[in-house]
């Protein structure tokens, strides 16, 4: 086990499948206290107890992490288990992708309220208490979608950069607070299910032939964390070795 992940208070949002699922689940192996959140709380409750049964310790709580109150309680209820909390790992989003003529504007405000003020609210919960300890660490998943764009991704990407600039903004205004954007390429999850319009569902099932499992993304995640507090990694992209995404 890793001295600098066993222990940690790890706070993990979207947590109940694809890349927060298998990031709670390694970071458990590894000895931190996971504390997942996520709306599907039936999912959330067996991932947990898969958890404690393989010798992890694991807490889990009901999350929409487009309601700031709903944040700072799911953080309230982290601390009031394990103590202060070390890690947020801002994980939850959503893509339904579509072309703008479509005019899904449902989507895109759906999108901006998961996406970036998902990560503002994560930000939110823990950063002054981190500041206060003058220790901590703020992980937002991004997406090679917040480095490139692709026709029905223009909303989607545009989130996604938003994390990007919102990450490293954080990073230049505090020399305490560690932060990292992890930025994965194609990854197998849900995210796929979420797409309304046919013609971009099609492409993303396309485009997945040669994806990551979520693994991939949940060991650069304990990567970050695992280095000496006066080290910060700044971003990762990860990507399949078979495909140019």
């Not at 954007?181 to 013609?199: C, N, Q």
Request: aromatic share 4%; with cysteine.
């Amino acid at each position: 086990m890793s001295t600098n992940i066993q222990d940690k208070v790890i706070l993990i949002t979207g947590a109940s499948s694809g890349i927060g699922e298998a990031t709670a689940r390694l970071l458990a192996r590894e000895g931190a206290k996971v504390v997942l959140g996520a709306r599907r709380t039936d999912r959330l409750e067996k991932i947990i107890a898969e958890i404690r049964e393989a010798g992890g310790t694991a807490e889990c709580r009901t999350l929409d992490v487009s309601n700031l109150d709903d944040m700072r309680g799911f953080a309230a209820f982290a601390e009031s288990k394990f103590g202060p909390i070390d890690v947020i790992v801002n994980n939850a989003g959503v893509m339904p992708l579509s072309p703008l003529h479509e005019l899904k504007i449902d989507e895109w405000n759906r999108m901006i309220d998961v996406n970036i003020r998902g990560v503002l609210h994560g930000i939110a919960a823990v950063l002054p208490a981190m500041r206060a300890r003058k220790s901590g660490h703020i992980i937002n998943i991004s997406s090679i979608g917040g480095h490139q764009v692709w026709a029905t991704c223009a909303v989607y990407s545009g989130t996604k950069f938003a994390v990007l600039a919102i990450s490293e903004g954080l990073r230049l205004e505090n020399t305490d607070v560690r932060v990292t954007v992890v930025s994965p390429g194609v990854v197998e999850s849900e995210l796929a299910d979420t797409i309304s319009d046919e013609t971009a569902r099609q492409s993303m099932k396309d485009f997945r032939k040669v994806a990551l499992t979520p693994d991939a993304i949940g060991r650069a995640i304990a990567y970050a964390i695992e280095q000496p507090a006066d080290v910060n990694i700044n971003e990762i992209i990860v990507r399949p070795t078979a495909g140019a995404q």
